[in-house]
């Protein structure tokens, strides 16, 4: 069992950062696999990073966002983050972070259905 909350979205120009933080409470986030996922109005959640359990040795990004964003994990403080750079307007969207304890997440961690839980979402505006 794991809560998680999201902060860090806001209004920012395209070009620009920000920095995205998804808390964990209720337990130690270390034994989850962690995802970003985004959803924008009239589309589909879509999966945007991921990050392996433990050390975090294994991350992925759609393709859309590779060499801009970033996702780590700070255990310590049951955090993960998403760095955001060279935004888009069409990374526009609510940002959800996710948590999964399942042992086949490595074939499936670009699916909504993998995750048990999920976070509030923050919004991120990206104004051109």
């Known amino acids: 069992q794991v809560h998680l909350v999201e902060s860090g979205g806001g209004l920012v120009q395209a070009g620009g950062s920000l920095r995205l933080s998804c808390v964990a409470s209720g337990r130690g986030i270390t034994i989850y696999n962690m995802g970003w996922f985004r959803q924008a109005p009239g589309k589909e959640r879509e999966f945007v990073a991921g990050?392996?359990?433990?050390?975090?040795?294994?991350?992925y990004f759609t393709n859309s966002v590779k060499g801009r964003f970033t996702i780590s994990r700070d255990n310590a403080k049951n955090t993960v983050s998403l760095q955001m750079n060279s935004l888009k307007p069409e990374d526009t969207a609510v940002y959800y972070c996710a948590a999964d304890r399942s042992s086949t997440w490595y074939g499936s961690y670009s699916s909504v259905r993998t995750y048990d839980y999920w976070g509030q979402g923050t919004q991120v505006t990206v104004s051109s």
């Open positions: 990050i392996s359990r433990n050390g975090g040795g294994t991350t």
